[in-house]
């Protein structure tokens, strides 16, 4: 009860805060983080443990399976060089920074060291985008690599959190890690794959029931469980689920079952951070709270290094790779990356959901796990205050030339989808179609243009005006007791799919929290 309590606090802390910065540039994560220590901190706040295991399935499978969905496969063959030098060898290099401090300041043995590497060394792409989102003029390319890197640095970073935490509970397996490792991604991937394909094929019967979006998350968590019973790789087989779903599903799935799955997902992998970040300070708490005040003092240095090394590894590895990419593209006759879009790249370097899950699946009476999980959240607080609240005024410094390429394929896309629908009623002659042909030819010109068609005809602005008396109306009658509620009711839900239909869809967006 005093753990549902604390989270109920900071939902509402949370949700406070992230009114007042919805202006402001700021990621959510970076409020999230500061809440959530805030309310650790509080008196009488519980000493709650999570086990392990349930930490990697209950955070990070909802997380990735929703970050594979927005990522296709394309942009991996696109990007494949940028994504393999961040994704992968960044990771790799980071992890090695940061075990090397572990050794050199805190005697930590080095398999424990590699562990906390590989904790703090993947970026949350959440905590980028939030910000990133807000300034359309940025380089499609770049976002898209950030967005990728963050989606598979996890896979990295786990595959070598599970082998370092392997060896160091269990030295005798260190024969049988290669082999294993070498299976793990495979089989991950293949099984993924399968359970996408799966998933594809049994989500239509479930169409129009509040169990089809329950049913995603069991395809989500079971896929995580299936893989680790098998010990392949988890986060590999959650990202080719979650691509392959996103592959074949949408041109099976009713508009409303996609809009009710989207907003049970983006509320569900929202809270989830809430979580996180609550059950992250409490444990910090509780080490702060066992540490004497030299060994505090000292452990906070220890955090402040791990900090520091992270973020200028980030720095110093990513503008090394922007001068390479520079040379190479150069001499296959690329288009060349600015410096600028490398300085935005290595600044984008907040850790997040990962770091956390990570943190809090250190095994109890790993080596020195105190002095991990307290740099694990220096680091999540380090980088997404420092980086989160600068990231904004950085990209207004350096300046970057708009990039309309979205809005361009947007709009192109927007005229063939009109033509395609113009085609259907090509054959008919009659009145209805005659004003149906001419509405979707100015649609059509307005497309064309880069405006969005709903919001430039008249018709439609006078349909809205009219919802607006409809709303009042009904309200009316249910307030007079002229109708009930079972009534007021069916006529709300109609009314609000009308008004769905006939209105631009950013009057339905909803912001990322």
């Known amino acids: 009860m005093v753990l549902f ?8 802390v949370a949700i406070v805060l992230l009114h007042l910065t919805r202006r402001l540039s700021i990621p959510y994560p970076t409020v999230l983080a500061l809440a959530g220590v805030g309310v650790a901190a509080l008196p009488g706040a519980p000493a709650i443990g999570i086990d392990p295991s349930l930490a990697l399935a209950l955070f990070i499978a909802p997380a990735v399976f929703d970050a594979a969905f927005d990522f296709p496969p394309r942009d991996v063959r696109r990007y ?18 940061v075990a ?5 300041m805190a005697g930590m043995p080095l398999a424990a060291a590699i562990a906390l590497g590989a904790i703090v060394a993947p970026p949350d792409a959440a905590a980028a985008t939030a910000v990133l989102g807000r300034f359309s003029q940025l380089p499609r390319s770049t976002v898209t690599v950030l967005k990728g890197e963050s989606l598979l640095n996890d896979a990295v970073a786990l595959l070598i959190f599970s082998a370092a935490v392997g060896v160091m509970l269990h030295p005798a397996s260190l024969g ?14 293949l099984l993924g794959c399968a359970l996408g394909r799966l998933g594809t094929w049994v989500m239509p019967l479930l169409y129009g029931r509040l169990s089809g979006a329950v049913a995603s998350f069991v395809l989500a968590f079971g896929t995580w469980i299936v893989a680790e019973r098998l010990e392949f790789s988890a986060v590999l087989a959650m990202v080719a689920c979650g691509m392959v779903v996103a592959r074949y599903a949408p041109a099976h799935t009713p508009a409303r079952d996609r809009i009710h799955v989207y907003s049970v997902w983006n509320t569900a992998v929202f809270l989830l951070n809430v979580l996180a970040f609550l059950l992250l300070g409490l444990q910090a708490r509780a080490v702060v709270q066992r540490l004497a005040p030299d060994a505090l003092d000292e452990a906070l240095r220890f955090a402040g290094a791990v900090l520091a090394a992270v973020i200028v590894t980030r720095i110093v590895w990513v503008m090394l790779h922007n001068v390479v990419l520079r040379w190479l593209y150069r001499r296959r006759g690329k288009r060349v990356l600015s410096v600028a879009q490398g300085v935005l790249a290595s600044w984008c370097g907040m850790r997040g959901l990962v770091t956390l899950a990570t943190a809090l699946a250190l095994p109890e009476g790993f080596p020195q796990r105190d002095l991990i999980v307290l740099s694990a959240l220096a680091v999540v607080l380090g980088t ?14 350096l300046r970057f030339p708009p990039d309309d390429s979205l809005a361009r394929e947007v709009a192109q896309a927007r005229a063939e989808l009109i033509d395609a629908g113009l085609a259907r009623i090509a054959d008919r002659a009659d009145e209805p179609a005659v004003r149906l042909r001419e509405l979707y030819n100015a649609e059509r010109a307005a497309a064309l243009q880069g405006r969005r068609p709903h919001s430039t005809q008249p018709i439609d602005a006078l349909k809205r005006e009219t919802m607006i008396g409809k709303r009042a109306r009904l309200a009316e009658l249910r307030a007079a007791g002229a109708i009930d509620d079972d009534v007021f009711h069916t006529l709300e839900h109609e009314l609000d799919w009308t008004d769905l239909a006939m209105s631009p869809p950013e009057r339905f967006e909803m912001d990322e929290a």
């Open 384 to 397: 997404l205050v420092l980086q989160g609240l600068t990231l904004g005024p950085l990209i207004r410094l």
């Open 5 to 12: 309590e604390s989270a109920l606090i900071l939902i509402t």
């Open 100 to 104: 090397a401090v572990g050794v050199a």
């Open 176 to 189: 049988s890690l290669a082999p294993r490792l070498a299976v793990a991604a495979p089989g991950g991937l």
């Open 80 to 97: 494949w060089l940028p994504l393999l030098s961040l994704a992968a060898i960044a990771v790799v290099v980071t992890t090695a920074v």
